[in-house]
């Protein structure tokens, strides 16, 4: 995953851990709306997703996360299964099946009692399908298996009997592998083949929507790729194609269609609101199912969501959410696995790249072919040099990845024109991303309007307080003198490892 997106991902969860004392002791975690005043109590669904996290994406925190564990441990109930939060007492599926799986990628830390938690967490899961071995949210048997929470359940039993690192006894093992498979083929035959949305709907048979397609898509392709050769997969994976041709990701509320973003159950006083990522597990499915013929859609959202210059895709309703989070942070190391040679792998290297506005090309050439003396035009990021390269389908995507990831120092051409030229908007929404994770030695600015700088409206630009070498001042020969300078500095941080403020 792209490292500045997975540092992001590490100190916002750093920044959201909770602790809650409770009369049964102190618990550790994270609120399912994490920076919400409302919630006061550590959610089991938020923290074991986070933890999954952590592992899955490799993020490299800085906090200790047996604090985390051992609240999961406390936190389980008797019958084997998890509540949705520490004050709440019923078991339910999704936060059951979701400890389960915190527990087992963690479990070189916890031993035996790991897999003695484990266990009773499975067994629960194992004793509260209906009969076609699929799951309901709360009551321990639905006659109509949801589909949701019977993807969550089968992806926590495949996880378990592919992980190699524990042992778990015999006779549950043998159990989990027959309501593995038998669960999967239900899923299969819940497939409602409607002409105008075909797919999946929260029941057996209920009204289909493009969460739950897209989510059992994944679903059942992550445990065994072999049904994709399956009629449904094949059917709803061209529905969900065909939705994409259609209509943009952006706003998947579309009046003919059902996207399932929010899914309630209501069970006597219990009333559980889920909101899903339909935006997301689309994509998902695409790139599971059908990633060559989407592989324009699939490339455009990817990198919209590892390059995005705020936090505001991991919310809901203002608040950031673990689960939005989750999904959204696991598609891009999805991708990246699936993906990652094109990605990242012809990615060129280049130490210094220059933005500006057409109007000041003239200047921008000078000082372009002056430090190409100094270093190699391969190592400069100036469009003339590079036209070949540069004579591409989808160039904005492929010009933020450069500017954002590829490139050592940007200098800043700023001018009246600039944040009036798409190509310079595109180029500055990855400036713009690197400033909002404090990588202020990237950047270098060079004046080149006659203008007050202040009056430039560019946002994350403040004249009055950045500072920046004036063209109008300078010869071109002495600006590129001052980048150079500029370059050897970060260029001897960087090796030395110290930090320039």
Request: with cysteine; glycine share 4%.
């Amino acid at each position: 995953m792209n490292e500045q997106y997975a540092q992001a991902c590490s100190a916002y969860i750093a920044e959201y851990i909770k602790q809650e004392k409770t009369s049964k002791g102190t618990y550790f975690g994270w609120y399912h709306y994490i920076d919400s005043p409302h919630f006061h109590t550590v959610g089991i669904v938020a923290t074991a997703q986070v933890l999954i996290l952590i592992k899955d994406c490799a993020l490299d925190v800085t906090f200790n996360c047996i604090p985390m564990l051992q609240s999961l441990l406390d936190m389980q109930n008797s019958d084997g299964g998890w509540s949705y939060r520490s004050n709440i007492l019923n078991s339910a599926t999704e936060p059951t099946a979701l400890a389960v799986q915190a527990l087992l990628v963690w479990s070189e830390l916890l031993g035996e009692k790991a897999v003695v938690a484990i266990e009773k967490g499975v067994s629960w899961l194992l004793n509260n399908t209906n009969s076609v071995c699929l799951w309901g949210p709360i009551k321990k048997r639905e006659k109509f298996g949801y589909v949701y929470f019977s993807c969550v359940a089968l992806r926590c039993l495949h996880r378990l009997l592919n992980y190699s690192q524990i042992t778990i006894k015999t006779s549950l093992r043998s159990k989990v592998k027959a309501t593995l498979n038998q669960g999967c083929n239900s899923l299969l035959s819940a497939f409602n083949n409607s002409d105008m949305q075909c797919g999946w709907g929260p029941t057996e048979n209920g009204q289909v929507t493009l969460f739950h397609t897209a989510y059992t898509i994944v679903t059942l392709l992550d445990i065994d790729l072999e049904y994709a050769k399956k009629h449904p997969i094949i059917k709803s994976l061209a529905f969900l194609s065909d939705y994409v041709d259609r209509y943009s990701l952006e706003n998947t509320n579309i009046s003919q269609f059902y996207d399932g973003m929010n899914e309630i159950y209501q069970n006597k006083k219990n009333r559980l609101v889920y909101t899903h990522s339909v935006d997301v597990y689309i994509v998902s499915a695409l790139l599971c199912g059908d990633r060559e013929k989407n592989r324009s859609i699939i490339t455009e959202k990817c990198k919209l969501y590892i390059n995005c210059a705020e936090r505001t895709d991991w919310r809901y309703q203002g608040f950031i959410t673990c689960w939005r989070l989750y999904d959204i942070v696991s598609l891009c190391h999805r991708y990246i696995n699936l993906m990652g040679v094109e990605a990242t792998g012809n990615m060129q290297h280049f130490k210094i790249a220059l933005t500006f506005a057409g109007e000041s090309r003239d200047l921008v050439e000078q000082i372009a072919f002056t430090l190409a003396n100094k270093f190699d035009k391969e190592e400069i990021l100036y469009d003339g040099f590079h036209e070949a390269t540069f004579a591409r389908p989808q160039l904005d995507v492929y010009l933020q990845k450069l500017y954002h990831d590829c490139s050592e120092l940007i200098v800043v051409f700023l001018c009246d024109q600039y944040s009036q030229k798409r190509w310079c908007g595109i180029e500055w929404r990855a400036i713009r991303d690197i400033l909002n994770n404090f990588n202020y030695e990237k950047i270098m600015y060079i004046k080149v309007s006659k203008e007050n700088i202040d009056d430039l409206t560019l946002p994350g630009f403040y004249g009055s307080q950045d500072g920046y070498i004036d063209a109008n001042t300078h010869t071109p020969q002495q600006i590129s003198e001052l980048i150079i300078e500029r370059y050897n500095q970060i260029s001897h941080t960087s090796v030395s490892g110290a930090s320039i403020q």
